[in-house]
C-alpha cells in the first residue's frame, strides 16, 4: 500500500513565523504536489515537483516555496506565515505514467 | 482556462441512492475523477473513467460520462451513513500530472 505522510495533523503558528510543513512518501513516487483546501473552494495547487530539486509553480505559489532534496520528501515553507494562509494542507504523489494521485491525512495550519 | 463545477452540497436519505454531478469544460480530458474525502482524512481514489467510456460501474458505484454535455455524475445506490463525506470531481488534461479539481460536494445523509 502506498503511504503519504505529513509531519503534523494540526499545527498553530503566529503570524510572521517561518512554517515547515513536511510531507514524505514511501513508494518512490516521481511526482509530489501540495495542496491547500478551504471551503467551497476546493483543492488549490500551490506548487508540485516532478523530480528531485525539481519544481513548478501551482495556481497559488505566492507567499510559500518547497523543497525536493531527496526523492521520498517534499517539503512546503511559508517564509512569513499569515493569517489568510490558515488552511488545511494536503500532500500527494504519483509515479509516471499515472495520475492517480496518492494524498496524506492533511495538516490544518492555523496562524494567529 | 479548464473549470470544473460541483455543487457544495446534497442531502440523501439513507438507502436512497445519491447522485453527484460534475460539469467541465475542457473537451481534452483524458481520464475523470472521483475522490472521496471522509472527515478528518485525506483524500482517497474511489473510481475513475477514461474518455472513451460513457459508463463505469463497480459494485454500488456507477460513473455515467457524457462527453457531449462534458457532464460526469456518480450514483451511490443504497446510500448508508458510512458515505457521508465530500467527493471530488477531478480532470486530467495536461501532460505534468496535474488535475483540475472540482470544489468539492458535502454528501450529507439524513436517517
Known amino acids: 500500500d502506498v503511504k503519504v505522510t505529513q509531519s503534523s495533523r494540526y499545527l498553530v503558528k503566529r503570524t510572521g513565523e517561518k512554517v515547515f510543513l513536511e510531507c514524505v512518501q514511501d513508494?518512490?513516487?516521481?511526482?509530489m504536489f501540495w495542496y491547500r483546501q478551504d471551503p467551497g473552494l476546493g483543492l488549490r495547487l500551490i506548487y508540485f515537483?516532478?523530480?528531485?530539486?525539481?519544481?513548478e509553480k501551482g495556481d497559488i505559489p505566492e507567499g510559500y516555496s518547497v523543497s525536493r532534496e531527496k526523492k521520498e520528501r517534499f517539503s512546503l515553507i511559508l517564509e512569513s506565515a499569515s493569517t489568510n494562509q490558515t488552511s488545511m494542507y494536503l500532500c500527494?504523489?504519483?509515479?509516471?505514467?499515472?495520475?492517480?494521485?496518492?494524498f496524506g491525512p492533511g495538516t490544518r495550519l492555523t496562524v494567529t | 482556462g479548464e473549470d470544473v463545477e460541483q455543487s457544495l452540497f446534497l442531502s440523501v436519505r439513507e438507502g436512497d441512492s445519491s447522485v453527484i454531478n460534475c460539469t467541465y469544460t475542457?473537451?481534452?480530458?483524458?481520464?475523470l475523477y472521483w475522490y472521496k474525502q471522509e472527515p478528518g482524512a485525506g483524500l482517497q481514489l474511489l473510481t475513475y473513467?477514461?474518455?472513451n467510456m460513457d459508463m463505469k460501474q463497480d459494485q454500488r458505484l456507477t460513473v455515467l460520462l457524457n462527453k457531449k454535455d462534458k457532464h460526469l455524475s456518480l450514483r451511490i445506490a443504497d446510500t448508508q451513513t458510512g458515505d457521508s463525506a465530500i467527493y471530488f470531481c477531478a480532470e486530467h488534461v495536461d501532460s505534468n500530472y496535474q488535475l483540475i479539481w472540482g470544489a468539492g460536494t458535502k454528501l450529507i445523509i439524513k436517517p
Open positions: 473513467i477514461f474518455s
Open positions: 475542457d473537451s481534452s480530458s483524458t481520464y
Open positions: 513508494m518512490d513516487h516521481e511526482n
Open positions: 500527494a504523489s504519483t509515479q509516471d505514467n499515472s495520475y492517480e494521485q496518492y
Open positions: 515537483s516532478y523530480d528531485v530539486k525539481m519544481k
